[in-house]
């Protein structure tokens, strides 16, 4: 018989097990061992081993002499020792999937009793009280908290799109997952130190190891927010219990709930146990009767897998593994293993660096693949693909297919609508109102632009709004379209409010992007394409993710005053208009014609496409013109004095240490013809970005690096 050792269970019986192990000829020996002795007399003789608590350490696993595999009941695998496993030559496994949902729902009923009270109301009433026992100013809603989440795996992860679905603001802190891809989830990434000052609430989602063991500890925890709350559902031993007492004593934070503790199971004499503002449970956030049983049989299967000689899954010590073995940080993320191989999406594939170009037709493909798993009709994503493919063959990588997964989200999510058809609901001979019925914007912004430069053919001068409509990308591409049908065309947009306006403290308007095309006789069309604030937003959240301080003339605070910290935005910062009240104005030009003249939402009206909910339409407003200069002076003349300008400016006196004069457009012009001729050379975080959208689609990615 084969011997299947079971150092310990928490279960009635092992029928589990032995329904599966048993056909196959094993002989399922459980024990619940409380001993070093008792463990090695159970595991020397067996021929495969699963554990749950026991403490499986050097001595344990070196008195196996035959064993093929160590299974770990459960994700986290802190009471194995690996190296002496791997020594061995054992694999040792886990279940990764286990608990998922459990753990993250448990993780926001601890965050919603301790902001909304629960705990402390109960005990009131049933004192016979009928009343508010705390102060007003303890009764939080999510709406208004910022939540950092230290960790971004697959609990993690779970745990952040509940926080995002109650419109909370999410910092996640985990340098193993490419930024990208917590943006996707409506988060924004950021360091560890930046989130413990400025979260209100900070809940712990990683695995115990050497670097992460004691990280919340005297000095962190002097760095955290006065009065904010630490959730703990992960591993006791994160955080240093005495320090943690300390500073809940003395008020400096406000509460705690902690499914785990160190030790466990808490001492009776623990502080802990008399303190009214902290939560405390048995290590029970994992339970559920449908999660024990695919755990049990997840463990069962993978020793099967073992008996029958077929691949193992799971591995987390390198034996056996194809996978190159690295050292993990935080994460347990999706497609990575809890401790020892790195199998994160980016590692797992050939990515890209500035060596490597990708063909457009193969990004094109891609996208159109991608676009096509949401149901969306195949000339709808071939127009969005062509939008969103065409800015990154120009260099602007922030506006391009970095987003196709945010677009996906929204789409799959019922934000935006895959079989949308925008129609013109009202019009006249000179202008349009295109409403967008919640497509994907660029759909809806194509349109409109091609019904202006349409209308202008006839009238001269055109304007088409659109409404009900969402971010639609780069707006140059759609200026340019005028341009290349010999007009001059205008493009703009609405956004949800970001930016402040002079003497005014918090977010007035969005930072309503403008983009003007101007046809010429010789080369590239001139292209000024600008939002309205100092910078991006995404240059704030690359500097964040960075861990790098800003600019103090990007964002002000709160208060309105200039700040160096990215982190406060947006969620308590605001981006500053560019040039002052020059910008500010033109915003809100853009927002009038956008917005207001279209029947679009505006200003407050319009949601965030990326941290909003996905399900819910953003309502974004957008305005094109077209003016025929054919209808006003002959084209070839104006090109011709077009030209003329162009070189009168590039042969203008240079300043000093500069060659050559650029126009507005040139520099992604060049870079477009480069890209064309030699393929687009993807910045690494767009290559996470579509890694993550081929995961979450079960897409090929191996067609992004064909050529």
Same mark, same amino acid.
């Given at each position: ?31 619940? $061992?409380?001993?070093?002795? &008792? ?16 403490? +499986? ?30 020594? !061995? ?32 109301? $109960? ?11 705390? *102060? ?21 992860? &779970?745990?952040?799109?509940?926080? +995002? ?23 924004? *990434? ?8 400025? $979260? ?26 006065? @009065? ?34 160190? *030790? ?60 190159? !073995? ?7 993320? /999706?497609?990575?293993?809890? &401790? ?5 999406? /980016? ?25 096509? !798993? ?38 799959? %999510?019922?934000?935006?609508? =895959? ?76 956004? +949800? ?5 002079? @003497? /005014? ?30 910078? /991006?937003?995404?240059? +704030? ?35 500053? =208009? ?8 033109? %915003? ?18 319009? @949601? ?85 959208? %081929?995961? &979450? ?11």
């Amino acid at each position: 018989m084969i011997k299947v050792a079971i150092t310990d269970y928490t279960f009635d019986s092992l029928d589990v097990e032995a329904g599966i192990l048993g056909p196959l000829g094993c002989d399922v020996v459980g024990r619940r $061992c409380k001993t070093p002795a &008792e463990l090695i007399e159970l595991v020397a003789d067996a021929d495969h081993v699963i554990t749950q608590f026991a403490p +499986v350490n050097a001595d344990v696993v070196n008195a196996m002499q035959k064993a093929r595999v160590i299974v770990r009941y459960g994700i986290g695998v802190d009471n194995v020792d690996l190296d002496a496993a791997r020594a !061995k030559g054992i694999p040792v496994c886990n279940v990764p999937d286990y608990c998922i949902d459990e753990v993250a729902d448990h993780t926001l009923a601890f965050i919603l009793a301790l902001t909304r009270q629960v705990v402390a109301n $109960c005990v009131d009433v049933r004192g016979g009280q009928w009343r508010l026992p705390v *102060p007003l100013s303890a009764m939080n809603t999510l709406r208004d908290l910022t939540v950092g989440v230290v960790g971004f795996g697959r609990i993690g992860r &779970e745990v952040c799109r509940r926080l +995002v679905s109650f419109k909370c603001h999410v910092l996640v802190a985990d340098p193993m997952v490419p930024p990208a891809e917590i943006e996707q989830v409506g988060c924004v *990434p950021t360091a560890l130190d930046h989130i413990l000052p400025l $979260c209100d609430v900070v809940t712990l989602h990683c695995p115990s190891t050497a670097e992460t063991k004691g990280m919340i500890n005297a000095k962190t925890i002097a760095k955290m927010k006065a @009065g904010a709350i630490l959730v703990n559902a992960s591993r006791g031993n994160l955080v240093e219990t005495p320090a943690l007492v300390d500073a809940l004593e003395r008020g400096h934070l406000g509460g705690a709930a902690l499914d785990v503790c160190d *030790p466990e199971p808490i001492p009776p004499d623990s502080p802990l146990l008399k303190m009214d503002s902290v939560i405390l449970a048995a290590h029970v956030a994992s339970a559920s009767a449908k999660a024990v049983q695919t755990l049990r049989e997840s463990a069962a299967d993978i020793v099967a897998r073992a008996v029958r000689g077929e691949p193992l899954p799971n591995i987390v010590n390198g034996v056996g593994s194809k996978e190159k !073995k690295g050292t993990f940080y935080f994460s347990c993320s /999706a497609g990575t293993t809890e &401790e020892g191989n790195l199998d994160t999406s /980016a590692k797992k594939q050939n990515v890209p660096f500035s060596s490597q170009r990708m063909a457009r037709e193969d990004l094109d493909a891609f996208c159109i693949d991608a676009l096509l !798993k949401t149901g969306m009709r195949e000339d709808d994503a071939q127009i969005a693909a062509d939008v969103l493919v065409t800015t990154d063959l120009m260099g602007v990588f922030t506006h391009g297919t970095k987003n196709l997964g945010k677009y996906i989200r929204r789409l799959r %999510a019922g934000g935006l609508d =895959p079989k949308a058809t925008p129609r013109i609901v009202n019009e006249g001979p000179s202008w349009a109102v295109i409403d967008g019925h919640a497509a994907l914007a660029m759909i809806t912004a194509r349109k409109a632009m091609e019904t202006a430069i349409d209308k202008a053919t006839t009238t001269g001068v055109a304007y088409a709004g659109a409404r009900n409509s969402g971010h639609y990308g780069a707006a140059g591409y759609y200026a340019l379209m005028a341009a290349r049908s010999d007009m001059i065309g205008l493009s703009m947009s609405n956004d +949800v409010p970001s930016m402040t306006a002079p @003497g /005014a403290r918090g977010h007035i308007l969005g930072t309503n992007p403008l983009a003007i095309g101007i046809p010429t006789g010789e080369g590239h069309p001139i292209l000024l394409d600008i939002a309205m604030s100092t910078v /991006a937003g995404s240059k +704030v959240y690359q500097a964040l993710s960075q861990g790098k301080p800003i600019p103090n003339t990007w964002i002000v605070d709160g208060d309105g005053l200039p700040t160096t910290d990215g982190s406060v935005y947006p969620h308590s910062a605001s981006m500053l =208009p560019m040039a002052g009240h020059k910008g500010y104005g033109l %915003a809100l030009l853009i927002e009038t014609l956008s917005g207001l003249v279209s029947g679009a939402c505006c200003r407050s009206e319009v @949601g965030s496409w990326i941290f909003g909910d996905p399900s819910v339409p953003t309502g974004h407003g957008h305005a094109f013109l077209a003016i025929n200069v054919g209808a006003i002076e002959p084209i070839d003349r104006f090109k011709d004095r077009v030209d003329g300008m162009i070189r009168e400016i590039r042969e203008s006196p240079k300043a000093k240490g500069s060659d050559r004069i650029y126009l507005p457009g040139e520099m992604e012009f060049e870079r477009m013809d480069e890209a064309k001729a030699k393929g687009i050379a993807l910045p690494q975080d767009v290559v996470d970005s579509l890694l993550a959208v %081929a995961e &979450e689609l079960a897409l090929d990615s191996a067609v992004l690096f064909a050529s």
